[in-house]
């Protein structure tokens, strides 16, 4: 009997710990870019000073894009309820930036997942605003809308696109279940600001919602809001895509988002459009294809007057399913007319805030491979 009770407990033990081991993921992404940055501006240092400076940074450099690596998976606690956890952290891989910093948290969150009610995570999540993103195809130094970087400051060409989602440190992501079937992912998120501040009245919680549309037919649509999350004030965002193959002889999707920002303290919104094509290419032994992405924002940070253009063009090729070659180059052109400050980033690793008054031009070529685990 204490035998068969011994070889139950061990097999017990066993399936415990099968369902518990959590799944390793990861991704390697490593450019090489040569990169013109060139901000000419007025000098806003001193009062009524009409001196032009031209200040023109050219450079070769070796980025690491979004890398990462983390720990996921679920464990029963019911029939109908399960743990879910991950961990996930940005990794630098060519340097440690100006800080020693190795890895970096990205969504990090424990959490519930029910077949009734949906999931519930606790933690450090992305805005749900960026969970309406199925537009924009740049990859590599030109993910430069709400990219994640290891680094202290940005790079010129983030400064002069829209604003994008981040992550929320002390919230709660809602995922609503699917109902009857619907093409519906409902969201909800909210995050708290737990400062000690003597009046309720001016802590700055958070909150947001997005919705995305999708019946897998190739056509997509989403919507997205949130207050005091991505930025001091209010976002609104809205997109649709078109997998144009579902209909005609035609490997094509086709992309665009819209979205207005509100800042708090500013009388005029930031406007973004973001415009993108992405084709297959069928006389290749493996995957591949190419894309072009128009971004166009006004009135950056709220700012009136600070309007840019950016345009990119890129292709991928697949070796295999998580071995992906990338190339491209792109240009971003910028009108500064009311002190945006922006980020400089110097040849010693250093970087500036520059309160910039006239143009700044960004133009980059390069390529890089993407190892997925």
Do not use: C
């Not at 204490?2 to 099968?18: H, P, R, Y």
């Not at 537009?135 to 994008?164: C, K, M, P, Q, R």
């Amino acid at each position: 009997m204490k035998k068969l009770l011994l070889a139950s407990a061990i097999t017990m033990l066993s399936v415990s710990t099968v369902q518990a081991t959590p799944t390793v993921y990861g991704k390697a992404f490593v450019t090489t870019n040569y990169v013109d940055a060139e901000l000419n501006r007025q000098s806003m240092d001193i009062p009524n000073d009409a001196i032009n400076v031209n200040e023109d940074n050219s450079s070769v450099q070796v980025s690491s894009h979004s890398s990462r690596l983390g720990f996921k998976g679920s464990e029963a606690i019911t029939a109908n309820t399960d743990v879910i956890y991950q961990l996930e952290y940005g990794i630098k891989i060519d340097d440690s930036g100006s800080s020693n910093i190795g890895f970096k948290s990205r969504d990090t969150y424990l959490g519930l997942k029910n077949k009734d009610y949906g999931q519930f995570r606790f933690g450090r999540n992305y805005s749900v605003s960026d969970y309406i993103n199925n537009v924009t195809v740049n990859e590599g130094y030109w993910d430069n809308i709400g990219s994640s970087s290891l680094s202290d400051g940005g790079t010129l060409s983030e400064a002069l696109t829209l604003t994008d989602g981040k992550r929320i440190n002390n919230s709660i992501v809602w995922i609503a279940p699917k109902y009857s079937g619907l093409p519906l992912e409902l969201a909800l998120q909210y995050s708290a600001d737990e400062a000690f501040v003597t009046d309720s009245d001016d802590r700055d919680s958070g909150f947001g919602a997005s919705l995305m549309f999708d019946p897998g037919t190739g056509f997509t649509a989403g919507v997205a809001y949130d207050k005091d999350m991505s930025t001091n004030g209010e976002m609104l965002r809205g997109s649709a895509s078109v997998d144009l193959s579902k209909y005609v002889a035609a490997p094509v999707t086709l992309g665009t988002l819209y979205q207005q920002v509100d800042f708090d303290g500013y009388d005029d919104e930031e406007k973004g459009l973001v415009v993108s094509a992405e084709m297959g290419l069928t006389n290749f032994a493996r995957p591949a294809s190419v894309y072009l992405q128009y971004d166009k924002t006004d009135n950056l940070g709220g700012l009136s007057g600070n309007d840019s253009d950016q345009i990119v063009l890129g292709g991928k090729y697949m070796f295999k399913d998580n071995m992906i070659a990338h190339a491209y180059v792109g240009k971003n052109s910028a009108d500064l007319e009311n002190g945006l400050l922006v980020v400089r980033n110097n040849d010693d690793d250093t970087t500036d805030l520059v309160q910039a008054r006239g143009d700044a031009d960004v133009l980059a070529i390069g390529g890089g491979l993407e190892y997925k685990f």
